[in-house]
């Protein structure tokens, strides 16, 4: 099996080669310039594994949640190559992906969606793969979903800027927290190879991104309603 993958929903950009389970990798703390690195990217990963496009299997995508315009970006590049090459689609969750980084079994995924808020999910290890528990959502990070047991890791940059709440929402529920893991491409190959191998994957113009917050831009009075609503400074 060979596929592509590629994330570009955070501040990070990354490619990846998935070449019957060698993993070949490329990455860049982006800053806005994904659109400018991702295909690149690509195409040393392509030169260097001595492959056309059209060779491989398909091409795996960090879906989101995420960054609005790098899960955008994302979508729109595999998109053209996917169509291109005659190739499937697999949208990621990007959320699983910081899942599959972190090594655990149980694991609380929150990314910081800003706004004093978090993209979060959870999932518990089975097999090869994972089971979601609580699907991807937005949440304030006091009302996060609770967990049964214990043993859970935090993965993901909302346990790097709200880790002290979610410490205290989780309480023994939470072994450790992992905050420096991000969505990144050698997960997104892992997974999107999996779901291949289950007769996964998508028409290319059926892909599109996650998007779980319902409401892309709030006014200055509603968001300072709901933080006194909350109790949130």
Request: aromatic share 6%.
């Amino acid at each position: 099996m060979q596929l592509l993958a590629l994330d570009t929903s955070t501040e990070w950009c990354s490619a990846a080669l998935w070449l019957d389970g060698e993993l070949r990798v490329r990455e860049e703390n982006a800053g806005q310039r994904h659109s400018e690195l991702i295909l690149p990217m690509v195409d040393s990963l392509l030169r260097e594994a001595g492959l056309a496009l059209a060779a491989l299997d398909a091409i795996a995508f960090g879906a989101g949640p995420g960054s609005f315009t790098g899960l955008r970006i994302a979508c729109g590049v595999v998109q053209g190559m996917a169509l291109g090459a005659d190739l499937k689609v697999i949208p990621v969750s990007t959320l699983e992906s910081l899942a599959q980084a972190c090594g655990g079994d149980r694991v609380i995924a929150a990314l910081d969606a800003r706004m004093g808020e978090l993209y979060l999910a959870t999932y518990v290890r089975e097999g090869e793969g994972w089971r979601n528990t609580y699907e991807p959502r937005l949440c304030l990070p006091q009302e996060a979903p609770l967990v049964e047991g214990v043993g859970w890791i935090g993965s993901g940059s909302g346990f790097a800027v709200h880790g002290d709440t979610l410490a205290s929402r989780y309480g023994d529920s939470l072994q450790e927290m992992q905050p420096h893991w991000v969505p990144h491409a050698r997960d997104i190959a892992t997974l999107g190879a999996l779901q291949l191998a289950r007769g996964g994957g998508v028409d290319p113009a059926l892909a599109e991104p996650l998007y779980v917050r319902d409401k892309v831009a709030m006014t200055i009075e509603e968001r300072a309603a709901r933080k006194a609503g909350t109790g949130e400074g």
